[in-house]
Nanobody, 127 residues
């Protein structure tokens, strides 16, 4: 069983940056496909970014490509999301998620494969 705890959210202005951190326990971040999702007010949850186990292949939603960077810190066992050039439409609750360790790395972007979720951290971007 893996436990995920997000931190780093807050209230920022358009164009600012934030770094979200997902503290992971129960397993190494390298052994699982992991990702970030978000849910804005009145919206469905959507994929933001993911990273595959072992090789660390990354993938991004078109809406954040070039602005957000997903990474993992093996020493700290965290999954991070660096968010630059934030926009009001990025306002959402951001969730860290992990797949089972047995899931193929090929499926690292498949939302249905994410079985473990954090409680979320709020990001609000004012215009």
């Amino acid at each position: 069983q893996v436990q995920l705890v997000e931190s780093g959210g807050g209230l920022v202005q358009t164009g600012d940056s934030l770094r979200l951190v997902c503290a992971t326990s129960g397993d190494s971040v390298r052994r699982r496909n992991m990702g970030w999702f978000r849910q804005g007010p009145g919206k469905e949850r959507e994929f933001v970014a993911a990273i595959s186990r072992n090789t660390g292949t990354t993938g991004y939603a078109d809406s954040v490509k070039g602005r957000f960077t997903i990474s993992r810190d093996s020493a700290k066992n965290t999954l991070d999301l660096q968010m630059n050039a934030l926009r009001p439409e990025d306002t959402a609750t951001y969730y860290c998620a992990a797949q089972k360790a047995s899931t193929s790395s090929i499926r690292f972007r498949v939302e249905d494969e994410f079985d473990y979720w954090g409680q979320g951290t709020q990001v609000t971007v004012s215009s």
